[in-house]
């Protein structure tokens, strides 16, 4: 059997550091989650972590971005399960606002990564987001669905909105309560967007 080489060692370091700062994150928080506790949990140094992420904002962006495409997968499925591009639109959207309910997308994209990463619609990751849905928004207008709007206002609407309802829900004290008044609204704010 053949020796491992370096980089695939190096990316088994980070995977590992990944999945125990997921974990740590989700059940103790950003800011309870010790970085020794951690790297001890998966048999590596702090140094390890250091020149993987650079500190534990970078690990934590890493985790994001691993839990990010996730969601991105998720989100593109229940889009592409949808009759219409208009209601996988929306169905894309339910999903993500529902997502919020999850405890691992809540504490630690909702909650813990805004406030060490800073405002979400600012992420690397949510360009892609927003030119999938100027993209989306387009082909609406183009095959008559939606009204002749600006297409990237448009999403970038959608996209606030979506996103400020999951930071609502997510710091809710009782977030079960919100769901279903929040999706009506948004579809409803969504829909007129629709030709009439």
Known sequence: MAAKTRAQMMEETRAKLIQAARKAFAVKGYA???MDDLTADVGLTRGALYHNFGDKKGLLQAVIDQ???EMGE???IERDR???IWLGLLAEYTAYIEMALEPEIQRIMLLDGPAVLGDPSQWPSQN???RTTTQTIQALIDEGTVKPVDAEAAARLLNGASLSAALWIAAAE???SLLAKVV????GLASGLLKT
Do not use: N, Q, Y
């Open 82 to 84: 949808a009759e219409t």
């Open 74 to 76: 998720r989100l593109r």
């Open 128 to 130: 892609a987001c927003l």
């Open 184 to 187: 009506e609204v948004f579809r």
């Open 174 to 176: 009782d977030p079960h």
């Open 67 to 69: 839990i990010d495409c």
């Open 32 to 34: 309870g989650a010790s």
